[in-house]
């Protein structure tokens, strides 16, 4: 089982980014997939949720008409799609799965973690 998101770089203010969570091994099917970043001196802080079930999605308040979270058609990878980017947005951003919703978007408990990607909103 592996997570692994890519996608991060360095872009200016107001620009747009798309990251990738990829499974290698198994399917996303059934899982809750979350993205979660964390600044530097920062906790780790929730950003988004979709459920693969039904498609269902969630976004904190700091990306909500910003950020929009997809999956693909063949349940292997999710996508963030991070518009309007601020300085705020800085922060390494990971993916983590679980087949609870509640414990991994509003916990934080992920069953499977992938490794971060950083993302840098500078000018």
């Known amino acids: 089982v592996q997570l692994q998101a890519s996608g991060g770089g360095s872009v200016q203010p107001g620009g747009s980014l798309r990251l990738s969570c990829a499974s290698s091994?198994?399917?996303?099917?059934?899982?809750?997939i979350g993205w979660f970043r964390q600044a530097p001196g920062k906790e780790r802080e929730w950003v988004s949720c979709i459920d693969s079930r039904d498609g269902s999605t969630y976004y904190a308040n700091s990306g909500k008409g910003r950020f929009t979270v997809s999956i693909n058609d063949a349940k292997n990878t999710v996508y963030l799609q991070m518009n309007s980017l601020k300085s705020g947005d800085t922060a390494v951003y990971s993916c983590g799965i679980n087949t609870d919703g509640a414990d991994l978007c509003d916990r934080g408990f992920g069953r499977y973690w992938g490794q971060g990607t950083q993302v840098t909103v500078s000018s």
């Open positions: 091994g198994f399917s996303l099917d059934y899982y809750v």
